[in-house]
């Protein structure tokens, strides 16, 4: 599995913006499909994006459909999660996430992802 380190998380003011980054090791990161999860205390994991192998399909929770962004590249071996327009309801600990698979790249389970890195707070003032 590949390992993944997070990057750029955070305190904002709501309708402000941030950049995650997620670095992963190893040279066949092309081959995992990339998403991001977050997750506030009590509640379950929600999906917040994917990212197909080459990073030409992306697919987004409707929470965050039209503010948020997933990019990659794989020359760094790295994926990207661009928010915009932050809302408090933002508020919680983001997660990368990897899986190494083939076909389906449109996964929004978290049980589905093989490795995770290791989750950074982001926090939206009102």
């Known amino acids: 599995q590949v390992q993944l380190v997070e990057s750029g998380g955070g305190l904002v003011q709501a309708g402000g913006s941030l950049r995650r980054s997620c670095a992963a090791s190893?040279?066949?990161?092309?081959?995992?499909?990339m998403g991001w999860f977050r997750q506030t205390p009590g509640k379950e994991r929600e999906f917040v994006a994917v990212i197909s192998w080459g990073g030409s399909s992306t697919y987004y929770g409707d929470s965050v459909k039209g503010r948020f962004t997933i990019s990659r590249d794989n020359a760094k071996n790295t994926v990207y999660l661009q928010m915009n327009s932050l809302k408090p309801e933002d508020t919680a600990v983001y997660y990368c996430?990897?899986?190494?698979?083939?076909?389906?790249?449109?996964?929004?389970?978290?049980?589905?992802?093989?490795?995770w890195g290791q989750g950074t707070q982001v926090t939206v003032s009102s």
């Open positions: 996430a990897a899986d190494q698979r083939r076909g389906d790249w449109k996964i929004r389970r978290p049980d589905a992802f093989g490795s």
């Open positions: 190893g040279r066949t990161f092309s081959s995992y499909i």
